[in-house]
């Protein structure tokens, strides 16, 4: 069975990104990142915005793309937050199937190790990483279809949710 739109979530450094190219290429879909989306519209880096605004700012965009990008056959990865607002899951659930890419938070951990693209982790500690992490897990656990990513390669993800996506 076919969904209009796939969306790919997870919290951040599970692989929403790499994953949503690969799923691209193989099934021949579109995908469109949120956050490009939202710094292409604000033509501002994510770091910028939430420098120069505010998190709440930064969620208001993550909604306006959710009910911006509908387009039939998509693919779409988002934000690790945006499953913190309701009205995002019932925007998502209802305009398609929702992939959470799980990954455990020492995997996750090592992931983010130097990377400075992420203002949500700035000169944040592992504590704090794992409570953020651990605040979204239920909601992130709402989708329709979990995947664990943790010791897996793309390959063996992208496989998974192609069987998943065949079975309806």
Known sequence: M????????????????????????????EVIDTDQWIEHKERKSIAEIFAGESEAYFRDLETEALKTIKE???IITTGGGIVEREENRK?????????YLYCGIEEIIRRLEGDTSRPLIQHQDEEKITALYRSRMALYEEADVIIDTTRKSVEEIVEEITLWRKKG
């Open 91 to 99: 925007l998502m659930k209802l305009q398609g199937k929702i992939v």
């Open 72 to 74: 039939d056959s998509l």
């Open 2 to 29: 076919e969904h209009k739109l796939i969306y790919l979530t997870g919290f951040m450094g599970s692989g929403k990104t790499t994953v949503g190219s690969k799923l691209g290429e193989r099934w021949s879909m």
